[in-house]
């Protein structure tokens, strides 16, 4: 059985930084990719950066350059470092597979960034 335990999330003023955490379980990371997604308020889920098994990373345009992702596939866990905050980040931020995601979602783990 999938699960996925996001956390990490909390209130910042634009500008600050969050690192957010995704634990996995009956989920092999060894292929294939895996990613953030996030949804503002009354916005569908957006992707947000992905990372292949092989450590490669792409992200979407609106947060090159400001966030980082990373991932051990020993201890099946995924990080997103954001850096220099905007008010649009603000959502929930899920984890998942990339770039079709399971079924199966965390309970996500709340960005709120505040000018």
């Known amino acids: 059985q999938v699960q996925l335990v996001e956390s990490g999330g909390g209130s910042v003023q634009v500008g600050g930084s969050l690192r957010l955490s995704c634990a996995t379980s009956g989920l092999s990371l060894e292929n294939g990719r895996i990613g953030w997604y996030r949804q503002a308020p009354g916005n569908q889920r957006e992707p947000v950066a992905y990372i292949t098994s092989f450590g490669t990373p792409g992200y979407a345009s609106s947060v090159k350059g400001r966030f980082t992702i990373s991932r051990d596939s020993v201890k099946r866990t995924m990080d997103l470092q954001m850096n220099s905050l905007k008010t649009d980040d603000t959502g929930i931020y899920y984890c998942?597979?990339?770039?079709?995601?399971?079924?199966?979602w965390g309970q996500g783990t709340q960005v709120t960034v505040s000018s």
């Open positions: 998942n597979k990339w770039p079709t995601p399971l079924d199966v």
